[in-house]
Nanobody
Framework: QVQLVESGGGLVQAGDSLRLSCAAS????????MGWFRQAPSKEREFVAR????????VYADSVKGRFTISRDNAKNTVNLQMNSLKPDDTAVYYC???????????WGQGTQVTVSS
């Protein structure tokens, strides 16, 4: 079974940067892409960014466009999220997931906490 493990979260100040990583392990699997989501306290989980595994095409939520960059390392089977100019509103648990060819997400990781202080 495919397992995803996120890392790189932490406590930073507004304006700082963080780089999250998501490592996939287990048997080889087919995927359309990978995505990052986040969930803040008392809020629903929301889409952050996704990347097509074959083409590298990326899509971002408006709230992070221009500040966050998603990338993939096919050889290492990882997907990264470079987060710059962080804001307190970016505080959340960040999750990665596999996107299949129907557009659905699965194999969620356990999440990594990002806290941005003002």
């Amino acid at each position: 079974q495919v397992q995803l493990v996120e890392s790189g979260g932490g406590l930073v100040q507004a304006g700082d940067s963080l780089r999250l990583s998501c490592a996939a392990s287990g048997p080889p699997f087919s995927r359309y892409g990978m995505g990052w989501f986040r969930q803040a306290p008392s809020k629903e989980r929301e889409f952050v960014a996704r990347i097509n595994w074959s083409t590298g095409r990326t899509v971002y939520a408006d709230s992070v466009k221009g500040r966050f960059t998603i990338s993939r390392d096919n050889a290492k089977n990882t997907v990264n999220l470079q987060m710059n100019s962080l804001k307190p509103d970016d505080t959340a648990v960040y999750y990665c997931a596999v996107q299949d060819y129907t557009g659905s997400y699965s194999n969620w990781g356990q999440g990594t906490q990002v806290t941005v202080s003002s």
